[in-house]
């Protein structure tokens, strides 16, 4: 079932040094390590293969991602059953996660089939127009080249090895290079047989898919710098994220480095709102906050109140909420570890109040609930950084200045959510311009947890939600960091990319 190997341009390739995955129980497997020679070969096999992938149409590449959800899903059980065991995830969450890989593979084909992120443009020539004759213009998005894509550790499907990036990239028509995650090299080690198939099914090059599993830094950093490598894709920490970042920006030809880092995902809960059903919404934010041990870059560990009794009343009923939740496998030691410690930091903050101090250690995370006044945490920018897992912060504000001073203190999100009712419209409206300038996706009276895939998802926002706020890593929109518009002057049709030639002219002359 597995290889425990490097999938480099249709060849399964070993190596001497190896190292094992973390199950939640039971014997690792083990897997080759990553070396910076195979980067090399997996970027130079991606550049070879862009010359036919990369100029084959939209309907080859539709048939080609669909096979990929075929395949993946003929894998089925094989994924859920690894998944479990690396991960900790639960059999139902991996079923659906799974769903959700493949739905949006097929998203993309349907996406493709449309035509419309070609953004097709035609200003026809005007040879008599005086002073000067126009001449015929086309404009096209075409894709950029070889893509690299960070696996997460959080969506060992969704976000991974055939995830949103590789997904998105592959549809562009960008030939990819993943360098999967250490926390699940099983789940990555299954899906890259499930591309392999189709890319063989669909005959396309092999160079188009390449995986590299982890075990060296020196990998991730050598994918990044590689000059064949044109851009890419990644979900982790602020700190990891950062610093390739910044390689991306140093390199002698500098690249778009598309990441998603971190986020508090605040939650605004307005007067009507939380005197209406103050405790419904505590309840709802319990549950959201801990789901999958509340290792979800959309968890939203914030939530603004009015001070007062009913603020009082809220945070009671959170913290009864959150009390019987019990201990929860995390991903990796080292995600468990990073929680215990953000939990430490934020417990140990001057004007913070432990509400709920469960007791969690070991690969365990058990819910924590804090709460701070905006004075404090205004003067406390520490405050607004991610603790990821399942840890939640109640800030009380005195009045409007304050909410209007705590929303404006916020850094870069990917989503802010407003719970509120008719009588809340006008705190409502006050926040919004502020709110669409802090985070990519606003929503209310719900919870982010749940990110839709689809035309008009936005799962970005700016720094540190993302690297790159103009973008977005999750539906059919991602597929524009892969691309870029050439324009074509006087081009014969003949010559012209078939998905262009076939276009009928949009713009008549004037
Ligand atoms: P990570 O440590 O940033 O690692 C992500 C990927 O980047 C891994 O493949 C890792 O390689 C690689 N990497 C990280 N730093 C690197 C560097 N300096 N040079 C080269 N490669 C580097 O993230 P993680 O392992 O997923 O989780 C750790 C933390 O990330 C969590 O505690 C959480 O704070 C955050 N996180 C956030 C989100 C979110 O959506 N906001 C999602 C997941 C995780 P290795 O595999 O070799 O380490």
Redesign the pocket.
């Known amino acids: 079932m597995l290889t425990g190997k490097h999938l480099i341009a249709g060849q399964w390739v070993g190596g001497d040094a190896t190292f094992g995955n973390e199950p939640v129980s039971g014997a690792p497997d083990s897997f080759a390590v990553g070396t910076v020679a195979l980067v090399d070969q997996a970027a130079k096999a991606a550049e070879e293969a862009f010359w036919s992938y990369g100029y084959s149409t939209s309907a080859t590449r539709a048939k080609f991602l669909r096979e990929i959800a075929k395949e993946i899903d003929g894998r089925g059980d094989d994924l859920t059953t690894m998944g479990v065991k690396e991960t900790g995830l639960h059999e139902a969450r991996l079923n659906g996660e799974r769903g959700r890989t493949t739905g949006q593979l097929n998203l993309f084909a349907d996406h493709l089939e449309a035509g419309a992120y070609l953004d097709r443009r035609h200003d026809e020539a005007l040879p008599d127009r005086a002073p000067l004759p126009r001449p015929d213009l086309r404009l096209m998005q075409r894709p950029i080249g070889p893509v690299a894509v960070?696996?997460?550790?959080?969506f060992p499907l969704a976000f991974s090895t055939a995830g949103g990036d590789t997904a998105s990239a592959l549809a562009a028509g960008c030939p990819v290079v993943v360098?999967g995650?250490?926390?699940h090299p099983g789940v990555s080690d299954i899906v890259a047989q499930a591309i392999d198939a189709a890319i063989k099914t669909c005959g396309i090059h092999p160079g188009v898919f390449s995986q590299i599993q982890?075990?060296n830094?020196a990998v991730?950093?050598a994918v990044v710098q590689h000059p064949l490598i044109k851009a890419v894709g990644?979900?982790?920490?602020l700190?990891?994220?950062r610093?390739?970042f910044d390689l991306c920006a140093q390199r002698p030809e500098p690249i778009p480095f598309f990441g998603?880092?971190?986020?508090v995902n605040p939650m605004f809960i307005l007067d009507g709102a939380l005197s209406a059903r103050g405790a419904e919404i505590a309840a709802g934010w319990a549950g959201s906050l801990t789901m999958g041990a509340g290792q979800f870059?959309t968890n939203p560990g914030v939530a603004v109140v009015t001070a007062g009794a009913e603020a009082d009343s809220f945070v009671a009923a959170a913290r009864e909420a959150l009390k019987p939740i019990g201990a929860q496998t995390m991903l990796?030691d080292?995600?468990a570890s990073?929680f215990h410690q953000g939990r430490d930091r934020i417990a140990a903050s001057e004007g913070v109040q432990s509400v709920l101090t469960t007791t969690c250690d070991l690969r365990h995370a058990t819910p924590y609930l804090f709460a701070t006044t905006a004075m404090d945490w205004l003067a406390n920018e520490e405050l607004g950084e991610?603790v990821?897992g399942p840890l939640g912060m109640v800030v009380t504000v005195a009045d409007d200045v304050e909410r209007i001073a705590v929303a404006k203190s916020l850094q870069g999100q990917l989503t802010c959510t407003l719970h509120m009712d008719d009588a809340d419209t006008e705190t409502g409206r006050a926040l919004m311009p502020i709110l669409e300038r802090k985070a990519g996706r606003i929503l209310a009276n719900g919870f982010p947890t749940g990110v839709e895939v689809c035309d008009t998802m936005v799962h970005g926002g700016p720094y540190p939600a993302s690297t790159n706020f103009g973008a977005t890593s999750v539906g059919t929109m991602a597929i524009r960091r892969f691309l870029r518009p050439v324009s074509y002057q006087n081009i014969p049709t003949d010559i012209l990319p078939e998905d262009l030639a076939c276009e009928q002219p949009r713009r008549q002359p004037e």
């Open positions: 960070f696996g997460a550790s959080n360098k995650h250490s926390a982890g075990g830094r991730g950093q990644f979900t982790g920490s700190g990891g994220g610093a390739l998603e880092l971190g986020s870059c990796t080292g995600i990073a991610e990821f």
